[in-house]
Nanobody, 124 residues
Framework: QVQLVESGGGLVQAGGSLRLSCAAS????????MGWFRQAPGKEREFVSGIARDGGNTLYTDSVKGRFAISRDNVKNTVVLQMNSLKPEDTAVYYCAGSTNKWLPRSITDFNSWGQGTQVTVSS
């Protein structure tokens, strides 16, 4: 099994930046694709970004393109989501996720390992 632990959430003003990190332990070598999801109160969990094992291929939901950047370090077993130009609508709990069977996962069903989440709050 793989354990994923997120960190880096917090409260920031609109226009500010946050850097989320996801540290993996356990059978990290079994993880192929990784990604970030978010869930706002009363809403479904939604895909934010995904990254392939080699870090060379990435995906973003349209609302964060040009503002967020995902990266991974397979030596340190970490995935980072750099979030810039944050907006109040980015407020949510952010979850790190891993997939053992998808190179560049996107659908929630592609992922089979999940972190506990970290709260991001953007004030206007």
């Amino acid at each position: 099994q793989v354990q994923l632990v997120e960190s880096g959430g917090g409260l920031v003003q609109a226009g500010g930046s946050l850097r989320l990190s996801c540290a993996a332990s356990g059978r990290f070598f079994s993880i192929i694709g990784m990604g970030w999801f978010r869930q706002a109160p009363g809403k479904e969990r939604e895909f934010v970004s995904g990254i392939a094992r080699d870090g060379g291929n990435t995906l973003y939901t349209d609302s964060v393109k040009g503002r967020f950047a995902i990266s991974r370090d397979n030596v340190k077993n970490t995935v980072v989501l750099q979030m810039n130009s944050l907006k109040p609508e980015d407020t949510a709990v952010y979850y790190c996720a891993g997939s053992t069977n998808k190179w560049l996962p996107r659908s929630i069903t592609d992922f089979n390992s999940w972190g506990q989440g970290t709260q991001v709050t953007v004030s206007s």
